[in-house]
């Protein structure tokens, strides 16, 4: 039971629930458009459980298969959302919802991040809501319905994981950080994400590849991952994750250390205190300077025959 002492304050009447109440006051009650976004992006997650847990096999062709159902019902209940609470304001989804009023308010939704992981079975997706203003990342919502985890923030005020307030890591080299990359689903052959991967998992603590790149900016933003790269995104991957990243104290960039226009498809993430590290690695990378060799798979096939042998 609460008494409401006006925004921002609220009183508990339960000893034990202040703590608690303490923390949802400070960081919920002063968040503009996250409350609603939040009820949105939780209607949606639920949603797309629905699908999950019913498990109708994959369909590859055809437009009626499970993933396209449920990603499209999904971004048809935010969309219905969205207009019936904002109606002034425009939005730009994956499935193709396009509102073009020329406002000053813009949504970007990825009503399904992780869709392969979604159609197999893989437990890693997410609904992102991020809103900007006058191009600028306003507001941002990311909800993992797998978990039940909900990632918030809003510009100058603040990241929160359910309600709570969350922080980058403090990890100071890369050698001792665990990242994230991604490579898309289509047009693999044209990424060059695979020499990236390969040079900084020699680098690093280790690279790991979830398939949500919304949900890997949410996990730099939480402090689960030190830094996070990945080419080609689209802005409704990224408006969201950027802003949470960096109300949770992240530094986010292009690959050439440039500021992200909401539209830039190219992303690196951090902690802030890896960022210049990967950033000078990036550049040798670009320049072909001090690649690895990947190993011969023939030499190892041998090697192993012959210790095989030997044991
Ligand atoms: P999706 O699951 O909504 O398609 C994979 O790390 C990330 O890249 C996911 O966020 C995924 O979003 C996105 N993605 C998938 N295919 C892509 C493509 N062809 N181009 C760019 N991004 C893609
Ligand atoms: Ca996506």
Redesign the pocket.
């Known amino acids: 039971m609460r008494l409401s002492l006006g925004q921002g304050h609220r009183l508990c009447l339960f000893p034990a629930y202040r703590s608690c109440c303490r923390i949802m006051s400070q960081h919920i009650d002063h968040f503009e458009f996250v409350p609603q976004m939040s009820a949105i992006a939780r209607e949606a997650g639920a949603l797309l459980m629905g699908y999950f847990r019913a498990r109708v096999k994959i369909e590859y062709k055809g437009d009626a298969d499970l993933v396209t159902e449920a990603d499209r019902s999904s971004e048809r209940l935010i969309l219905e959302r969205i207009q019936a609470q904002w109606p002034s304001h425009d939005v730009i989804g ?1 499935e193709g919802a396009r509102i073009e009023r020329g406002g000053d308010y813009r949504w970007y939704v ?1 009503p ?5 992981n979604f159609a197999h079975g893989f437990p890693v997706f997410c609904v992102s809501l991020g809103l900007a203003f006058q191009g600028e990342r306003k507001a941002a919502v990311v909800y993992d319905p797998t978990r039940d985890e909900l990632f918030a923030a809003e510009r100058g005020r603040g990241a929160v994981l359910n309600g709570e307030r969350i922080a980058v890591s403090k990890t100071p080299k890369l050698v001792q950080s665990l990242v994230g990359t ?6 693999r052959h044209k990424n060059p994400n695979i020499y990236f991967y390969h040079q900084i998992t020699l680098r690093s603590h280790g690279v790991r590849r979830a ?4 949900l890997d900016l949410t996990s730099v933003a939480a402090g689960r991952l030190d830094g996070f790269w ?1 080419f ?3 802005s409704w ?1 990224t408006a969201a994750g950027i802003l949470i990243v960096e109300e949770a104290g992240g530094k986010v960039t292009g690959v050439d250390g440039h500021a992200l226009a909401i539209t830039d498809r190219d992303v690196v993430a951090t902690n802030g205190f890896i960022h210049s590290e990967i950033l000078d690695e990036f550049q040798e990378i670009f320049a072909g300077r001090g690649l690895e060799p990947l190993p011969d798979p023939r030499e190892y096939r041998k090697q192993a025959s012959r210790s095989s042998e030997n044991s």
């Open positions: 994956e990825d399904l991040d992780g869709t392969t991604g490579f898309p689903s289509h047009k398939g949500s790149a919304a990945e080609n995104l689209n991957d």
